[in-house]
T-cell receptor, first 114, second 111 residues
């Protein structure tokens, strides 16, 4: 069974630009969660989607948005990038049927904002 | 804000020794999970312990949970160089479909 796939793995952007990250969950998983990881703040929850519906959102500004498609693939978008958005963005999938069980993480997308 | 705090922040041990790390959290939980992260990579799930369980084993891993103290510990026995990684506890606190992660413990196993 293929794991969680995140693309791109690495990207460099400049302040003010926008970025879209993609996540393909494990086949059959309907829940996709996104986390931001930085040295200073650690792992912070961004949002969770299940069957194309956002069920929860973390404390991030409106510049951070996401969506989920009917095939469970998910994208997150960050607009008007700031230096502080430099981070490892991790996507995780699960069946979503239990409240929160084991999460299966992708390798992450490392974003550098210059 | 993070739910959990981990102690110690870093740990260096000799191969073959045991490694113990602790996690404290603030609110009631449904379950607590431990994950491992190798440098700059994704997280790998190690073990999940439910709030009504006190101890769980998986291979060389032993996890305890004390809900009265709101704390958990992860013991890795007979450590190997491949155990070098960061270890995170994560709590599921309710019907909010998210995990709250601790800051992590960085474990270095010396050959």
């Amino acid at each position: 069974k293929a794991g969680v796939t995140q693309t791109p793995r690495y990207l460099i952007k400049t302040r003010g630009q926008q970025v879209t990250l993609s996540c393909s969950p494990i086949s059959g998983h309907r829940s996709v969660s996104w986390y931001q990881q930085t040295p200073g703040q650690g792992l912070q929850f961004l949002f969770e989607y299940f069957s194309e519906t956002q069920r929860n959102k973390g404390n991030f500004p409106g510049r951070f948005s996401g969506r989920q498609f009917s095939n469970s693939r998910s994208e997150m978008n960050v607009s008007t990038l700031e230096l502080g958005d430099s981070a490892l963005y991790l996507c995780a999938s699960s069946s979503g049927l239990a409240n929160t069980g084991e999460l299966f993480f992708g390798e992450g997308s490392r974003l550098t904002v210059l | 804000s993070q739910q959990g705090e981990e102690d110690p922040q870093a740990l260096s041990i000799q191969e073959g020794e045991n490694a113990t790390m602790n996690c404290s959290y603030k609110t009631s939980i449904n379950n607590l999970q431990w994950y491992r992260q190798n440098s700059g990579r994704g997280l790998v799930h190690l073990i999940l312990i439910r709030s009504n369980e006190r101890e769980k084993h998986s291979g060389r891993l032993r996890v305890t949970l004390d809900t009265s103290k709101k704390s958990s510990s992860l013991l890795i026995t007979a450590s190997r160089a491949a155990d070098t990684a960061s270890y995170f506890c994560a709590t599921d606190a309710g019907d909010d479909y998210k995990l709250s992660f601790g800051a992590g413990t960085t474990v270095t196993v010396r050959a």
